[in-house]
């Protein structure tokens, strides 16, 4: 695999103030664990407001988390 060098060298505190400025991040409780080129990592804790009717997470919030980590990944 090749290393991925960001062009932007403060790209990591552009994409914490935005991921913060996403208001259905904090609406869920995500959290941006980690972030460098090429990668990103978001945590979600489990709760009932993320689950859907037979306990498990919700198809649409684990859509939603891969989609804003691939992007800032990206």
Request: glycine share 14%; with cysteine; proline share 4%.
């Amino acid at each position: 695999m090749t290393d991925f060098i960001a062009q932007d060298p403060n790209f990591q505190v552009r994409i914490k103030k935005s991921f913060h400025a996403q208001g259905l991040m904090g609406h869920l409780g995500a959290g941006l664990v980690s972030v460098s080129p090429g990668t990103c990592e978001i945590e979600l804790p489990f709760s009932d407001a993320v689950s859907q009717q037979h306990g498990f997470f919700h198809g649409g919030v684990i859509g939603t988390i891969a989609d804003t980590a691939g992007g800032y990944a990206a």
